[in-house]
Structures are given as C-alpha cells and as structure tokens.
C-alpha cells in the first residue's frame, strides 16, 4: 500500500484534490479544519464523492457518530481501538480492493 499522511485539514484536502486516494483514514479532530469539513468537502467534489472515508476519534458520543454519517463517512472508529478493528473496517471498506501484496 501506498500511504500518505497530513497533519492538518487543508493539507488533506489538498492531498486528496490531487491525489484521488482509494481510502481515506480521516481523525475528527484536526488544526484548521475538522475531519467533518474535509469529509463534507470530499462529499461534494464528484471526483472524490466514491472514496471510502474511515472517520477516527476519541470522541465517543452517539452524536458524534451521528454527526460522522451525516456528513458521509463511510464507517467510525473509537479511539483507542486494536488493530484488528482498523484492519476489519479498512477490509470491509476497500473489499476486494485490496491487493495480494496489501494483504501480507
């Protein structure tokens, strides 16, 4: 897998409009923009509207979450999690999708 990260939210925005990525691991809770707005923004734009997006955070309340499939996430992580959790949602979201090479 090809993985790229950004600290911030216009940095992931910027990311994602030139790179269309095949999943985007988005935290809620980000400088300058929040992982809801860069998800809104994805929403929006026809180009990125079929990215799988896998909304992570602390933040815990059914409000929250509710808040995360509002604005189109795909799926919703509590932090912390175990790795087997990130693991199943990123193989449900990318399905078949995911390389041989990926899988080992």
């Known amino acids: 897998m090809d993985v ?12 994602v409009a030139v790179r269309r990525p095949d999943l985007v691991c988005l935290d809620l809770m980000l400088p300058e923009l929040s ?4 998800c809104e923004f994805m929403r929006t734009e026809e180009r990125l509207r079929g990215v799988p997006i896998l909304m992570m ?6 409000q929250d979450r509710a808040l995360a499939e509002q604005v189109g996430a795909s799926s919703y992580l509590v932090k ?10 990123v ?14």
């Open 57 to 62: 955070s602390a933040r815990s309340l059914p």
């Open 80 to 89: 912390p999690f175990k790795h087997k959790a990130f693991t199943a949602a």
């Open 35 to 38: 992982g809801y707005e860069v």
């Open 91 to 104: 193989h449900a979201l990318l399905g078949d999708g995911i390389s041989e090479e990926a899988r080992r």
């Open 4 to 15: 790229a990260e950004a600290a911030e939210g216009r940095a992931a925005i910027l990311h």
